[in-house]
């Protein structure tokens, strides 16, 4: 292979050494001005670096690391689609919660609650009452409170009708209804 | 004798039927054998001796005739030249893994009875913005022969090509017996083009759009479908987004009695999709359209029932948007379905072991990073029959380690999913330990895909590179076929690599490698490789001149960004005239740099619709 040899100029021959050292270690520097895999390498041990110290509190790298073409290897059309809701993640769902005859209002999130259990109890903890079991027929039946909520349509509904999915996404504020007013809600029709 | 190398995946009744004949018909009165008039023998065909096998032509072609995979046709078409006619007669389906590997002159000179064509096109880089605008695969020239040579083809499948409007309107009108349209990965085309093919393509049983880069202007191209149309099998449009004619959809489903797969787009709400599931319960596709509509308790239990009406729906997909809601309808179908593409929805660990939970036959499963690890805990232990996971990065641009998957939820699957050997997984951290002990769960590996999303990330907890990791891949999984490499990684890597993957087909490289000798483990160490992509390595002209007698052997290599010059790419293609060697300049760029080098073998000499930017060496 003559032609190799006249081309000497181009061909590092020491590159073709096998070593195991890291990469970055005695590189000559190279031809072009784009990035080499070496200047990637520092760069992510340096952001490494300054995650080792801060990354485990929660903080974010810096932003300066400016984009690589191509990378990571996404297609564009799934880079266009997905757009993640992060704030609502972050946000919660929170209500407002009225009981009658309290002077003032909570707030609670929805989102931590797996089920009507869950919220139920949570309420019965905050505001102090029993507001005991549900049934399809008679609502809370057996306690002087009834928990009801406003939907989407500003309708006042009992609270456990409807699956807990569509609860969560449709419940705008609740309010836990006492005496008569409650029991003539739940009452069978 | 005559010996042939047939692929393990021939099914056991054609090999059957195939060693029945050929034993029988060997033993047939030499005098009763006469062959076929030799002046049909194209100039294409290999020298070959006198053939020992004396059929005659049309037994011979009978008995190919079982054979449909194309490697083996390859095989047996270099048996003899009686052999090589007998396929090249008998060849129905034409699969072509790179359009410039051959010509579709060459291509019709040689086969002359297609029915269906398979090409693909651009380097598959192409598309992650590496390849720039018009370079090249256009697939009109192709249509154009076909036309002539080709009238009764039926199908078209085409990745990574470009085509316009008007080779869609060609092919629609020039073929009338034409049944099957796939495009994925394509772009330079529009819906008017869709109108085409729905207008005249009066027999179409399949319309398959994917991912492509296309002008939606409307979806006034479903309604031009004939009321006569009812054989279509095929309907994917998942992923345009205009709205259609619900009543136009609906009245197709409802004729085309047939219809197996169905994927719709966004624009179809959930009391539509139950008004298709209720035309076509024989569904074994399915892709939803939008997840969000808020449901009356009625409506809400009439998706249920209809969910659960299908009983040969094995694929569910779509899923697009904010899904949360409404999953539980699902769950009826869920027990039947061994693939769940659910990588458009943003679900969380728990919703997403809810459905794994429903879902115990899953064999492939396609999910985003926002389950987390614990949605994958799930996965591990809902899914003993996995075979296939991809876990795609939902923001693939965030640096907060807190979001996404981690290596304890690879783990977490390995233990479970035994039977796992296709894995496409997106991460921010890992290390050697834990892929170590994925492979030990796991050594049945055929295509090991893992992407750490940061270049040149270190192991987190050793602060070594990743050559360990890899190592333990490639020395475990013996049937790897397809590897794609991340992380900091040295020369090692690559001498495992060289040294281990025997099998290895397809290998793909990025922010990688200490010097050339990297590279040259890999062209020297692996038999069976055929496609290498190589980005932003430290990679330079020894390297790529190491490999002067492998590129034959191979469909096509990519190197980009790494240290090759042009001198040495002139003498690649120099010395090896069946390689084309072309080089793709950045702006500003340094003269003698070969900032982007594509070689790929043929037999069709350099292209000829090459646009500027690319220099054929």
């Known amino acids: ?189 | 004798m005559q010996v042939v190398w047939l692929r393990s995946s021939l099914a056991l009744r054609d090999l059957q039927a195939f060693i029945q004949h050929t034993v029988v018909y060997c033993k047939m009165d030499p005098k009763l054998k006469k062959t076929k008039n030799s002046s049909s023998n194209s100039a294409n065909s290999p020298d070959s001796t006198h053939s020992s096998f004396p059929f005659p032509d049309e037994v011979l072609e009978r008995v190919l005739s079982f054979l449909h995979s194309h490697k083996d046709r390859s095989s047996v078409s270099l048996v003899c030249k009686d052999w090589y006619n007998a396929e090249r007669w008998t060849r129905t389906k034409l699969f072509i893994g790179n359009c410039y590997s051959v010509s579709p002159e060459i291509v019709a000179r040689r086969f002359p009875r297609i029915k269906s064509v398979t090409l693909k096109g651009k380097p598959r880089f192409s598309d992650f913005n590496l390849v720039p605008q018009h370079w090249g695969a256009d697939v009109h020239s192709w249509l154009v022969v076909f036309a002539k040579v080709y009238p009764f083809l039926e199908e078209l499948r085409l990745k990574r090509m470009t085509l316009n409007d008007e080779s869609l309107k060609f092919l629609a009108t020039s073929f009338p017996g034409f049944k099957a349209l796939s495009l994925l990965s394509c772009e330079g085309f529009s819906t008017d083009g869709l109108k085409a093919i729905a207008t005249h393509c009066k027999n179409l049983t399949e319309l398959d759009i994917q991912e492509n880069g296309m002008d939606d202007l409307g979806g006034g191209w479903l309604s031009c479908f004939s009321e006569n149309c009812s054989s279509l099998e095929v309907l994917n449009f998942a992923s345009l987004n205009s709205e259609v004619s619900f009543d136009a959809l609906e009245k197709l489903v409802r004729r085309c009695k047939s219809l197996r797969i169905l994927k719709v787009n966004k624009s179809i709400t959930l009391d539509q999709l139950q008004q298709l599931l209720v035309l076509a319960p024989q569904l074994i596709e399915l892709g939803t359209g939008s997840f969000q509509q808020e449901l009356t308790p009625l409506q809400y239990e009439g998706l249920g029932i209809a969910f659960s009406n299908c009983k040969n729906l094995q694929t569910l997909s779509g899923f697009w948007e904010d899904t949360s809601l409404h999953l539980p309808v699902l769950y009826a179908a869920c027990p039947s379905l061994t693939f769940l593409n659910l990588s458009y929805a943003t679900l969380r660990s728990g919703e997403l072991a809810k459905i794994v939970a429903h879902s115990p036959n899953i064999r492939r499963l396609w999910v985003l990073d926002t389950v987390g690890d614990k949605g994958l805990e799930a996965v591990g232990s809902s899914c003993p029959f996995l075979e296939e996971l991809r876990v795609f990065p939902a923001d693939p641009f965030e640096q907060d380690l807190h979001h996404g998957v981690t290596e304890a939820g690879f783990l977490a699957v390995s233990h479970g999913c035994r039977k796992l050997h296709y894995v496409l997984y997106f991460c921010r951290q890992m290390t050697n330990a834990a892929v170590a002990t994925i492979v030990q769960n796991c050594p049945d590996f055929t295509h090991f895909r893992l992407c750490i999303m940061n270049p040149g990330e270190r192991d987190y907890l050793t602060n070594e590179p990743m050559d360990e990791a890899f190592g333990a891949v490639v020395k475990t999984c013996t049937n790897l076929q397809r590897l794609a490499l991340s992380g900091l990684l040295t020369d090692l890597t690559f001498e495992y690599i060289g040294k281990y993957a025997k099998n290895l087909e397809a290998l793909s490289v990025a922010f990688a490698g200490s010097s050339d000798g990297g590279m040259q483990c890999v062209l020297q160490g692996c038999p069976k490789l055929r496609k290498l992509e190589i980005r932003d390595c430290p990679f330079g002209n020894a390297a790529l001149l190491s490999g002067i007698e492998k590129y034959e052997t191979m469909r096509s290599l990519w190197m980009s960004a790494c240290n090759v010059t042009m001198s040495a790419c002139k003498l690649l293609a120099k010395e090896m005239p069946r390689l084309n060697v072309e080089v793709m300049r950045d702006e500003g760029s340094d003269e003698s740099q070969a900032d982007k080098v594509y070689i790929y073998r043929t037999v069709a000499g350099p292209r000829r619709d090459a646009p500027p930017f690319v220099v054929t060496l």
């Not at chain 1, 969560?168 to 309010?175: D, E, G, I, N, Q």
Request: net charge positive.
């Open chain 1, 1 to 189: 292979m003559e032609g190799v040899m006249s081309h000497g100029n181009d061909l590092n021959l020491k590159a073709t050494e096998l070593r195991l050292g890291l990469p970055g270690t005695d590189e000559s520097t190279s031809k072009n001005n784009k990035r080499t895999a070496n200047e990637l390498v520092k760069n992510s041990e340096l952001l490494n670096g300054k995650s080792d110290a801060k990354a485990r509190d929660g903080e974010t790298v810096p932003a300066s690391k400016s984009q690589i073409v191509g990378w990571p290897p996404v297609r564009s059309f799934r880079k266009n689609v997905v757009q993640p809701k992060k704030t609502e993640a972050e946000t919660g769902n929170f209500v407002k919660v009225s009981m009658d005859g309290a002077p003032y209002l909570r707030k609670i999130d929805l989102k931590i609650y797996k089920g009507y259990q869950e919220l139920l109890k949570a309420l019965e903890n905050m505001f102090k009452l029993t507001i005991g079991e549900y049934s399809e027929r008679e609502g809370y039946k057996g306690s002087e409170y009834a928990p009801a909520y406003e939907d989407k349509d500003g309708d006042l509904m009992l609270v456990g009708d409807v699956p807990w999915d569509m609860f969560m996404s449709t419940c705008k504020r609740l309010r836990i209804m006492k005496g008569s007013e409650a029991t003539g809600l739940g009452s069978g029709v």
